[in-house]
Every structure is written in structure tokens, then in C-alpha cells.
């Protein structure tokens, strides 16, 4: 899946798993992403995932060019430890949880002698910047300006994008929070509305999306020039 620059940071999973709900006249419905396929250009990459009985991810596993990906999230307090396996790459991420469910500190190690440490500082659940130290090399900081309860331009390391969104709120399934999920795992960019479309140097994405008619995301459309990715969903509801 293509991310947005502002999300090429090595970050994994939150507290939070993404759900949708809907009534019925007994109860409510809760309904999880279990399968998400990414069809991009000739390349198609499926995502399985499975939640604990908390209804926090548990487990993701897909293969990309070749490589199988396998990733386990344990949940310790406040601490959420992500190890991944990825071929020969056998890697960690240890995260402390703020209050809101967010990111505050992301520590990464791999068996390859690399690590990586970000900070995340917010104004409430609006990350306001983000400084990534890795090795000897000098911190990375990365600054993000909101509007009415989205995200709307980024600058990274010296590389800008804006972001425009559609008049929906955020739900499963859209834009960022697919993205989040089968990157990462859960959540650090919390916006209001859905992602419409972006713009990162001279490249210029436009997001459509599909609903079935309880107004669960179906399918996501983003369209470069002529490139089209086409991501669709499969719900698991109880």
C-alpha cells in the first residue's frame, strides 16, 4: 500500500483497533476489518488480521514481492510491544500509550544492529510534531498544522504536503485509518473527516470510496494520473 509521506516513519500499533457499528432492534453490531486486498498497478497484496477478546489487534500477516510479513502485538499497561518477523528481519517496536490512545514514544530494534526512537508531541489528539532519532544521524522533525479537526499540511524534513477531506467522518476503512492499520496497526493521526486527497511534492493522489447500505467503507479508489490502487474489505460483524 502507498502511504503519504508524513507516514514513511517506522512505527507500529495503538490500543485502539478499528471498528464500525450499526443498530439493530436487539443490540448494536460491531463489525471489524479482518482482510483488507490492495491492488496497486499489477501488484496485489492481501492483509488477514485477527483481534484479541478485547477487540485490539492481535496479529497481521501478508506477503509482499516475496517476503512474508507476520507481526504479534502484546499489550502490557500502557506499553503495547510489536514483534516482527519479515523474512530474515526480526524486529521490535516498544510504544508508550498516552491517555488519548495515542503514540508518545516509539522505540525500534531489529537483529540487524538497527533502532530508532520517536517522540510524539500533541495538542490533544492533534500531533503537532514528530522527531525521529536513528543512530548517528541527525533527529528528522516533522511538524503537522491542523484545521477543524484535520490534518492539513505536513512538512518533513523539508518536504511539504497539504491534505484536503470530504464532508463524511472518519470512519473504518477510510484513507488514514487503513493506512495506520496495515502499516503500523493502529493509530497516531486522528482527524475528523475522511481523507479526500493529498498532495506531496508534484505528486497528487484523489481518494474516492465505496459504501455498502449499512454505510460500512467497501472499497477505497486512489487515483494517480493514470495509476489506480483499489483497496477492498472484508468485515468480520457480531
Not at 7 to 32: E, G, M, R
Not at 51 to 73: K, L, P
Not at 74 to 86: H, R, W
Request: aromatic share 10%; net charge negative; with cysteine.
Amino acid at each position: 500500500m502507498k502511504t503519504p509521506s508524513i507516514l514513511i516513519v517506522a512505527i507500529l500499533s495503538l490500543f485502539l483497533s478499528p471498528s464500525c457499528s450499526k443498530k439493530s432492534n436487539s443490540h448494536t453490531q460491531t463489525c471489524q476489518i479482518i482482510t483488507v486486498t490492495d491492488q496497486y498497478g499489477t501488484s496485489t497484496t492481501t492483509y488477514n488480521i485477527t483481534y484479541d477478546n478485547n477487540n485490539r489487534i492481535s496479529t497481521e500477516q501478508y506477503t509482499s514481492s516475496g517476503t512474508a510479513t507476520s507481526r504479534v502485538f502484546t499489550y502490557l499497561g500502557n506499553t503495547v510491544i510489536v514483534a516482527t518477523t519479515a523474512g530474515t528481519v526480526n524486529a521490535r517496536d516498544s510504544l508508550t500509550i498516552n491517555s488519548d490512545g495515542l503514540i508518545a514514544s516509539d522505540y525500534y530494534s531489529d537483529n540487524n544492529s538497527n533502532s530508532s526512537n520517536t517522540i510524539y508531541t500533541y495538542s490533544g489528539t492533534e500531533v503537532l510534531k514528530s522527531v525521529l532519532t536513528q543512530g548517528a544521524n541527525p533527529p528528522t522533525t516533522s511538524t503537522y498544522t491542523w484545521t477543524n479537526g484535520d490534518m492539513t499540511a505536513a512538512n518533513q524534513n523539508g518536504t511539504n504536503s497539504t491534505y484536503t477531506y470530504n464532508t463524511k467522518a472518519s470512519q473504518s476503512g477510510d484513507y488514514w485509518q487503513i493506512v495506520q492499520l496495515v502499516n503500523f496497526g493502529g493509530f497516531f493521526v486522528r482527524t475528523a473527516h475522511q481523507l479526500a486527497g493529498y498532495q506531496t511534492g508534484t505528486t497528487i493522489e484523489n481518494i474516492n470510496y465505496t459504501y455498502d447500505n449499512t454505510g460500512k467503507i467497501t472499497n477505497v479508489t486512489g487515483t494517480q494520473n493514470t495509476t489506480v490502487e483499489n483497496i477492498t474489505y472484508q468485515y468480520l460483524c457480531n
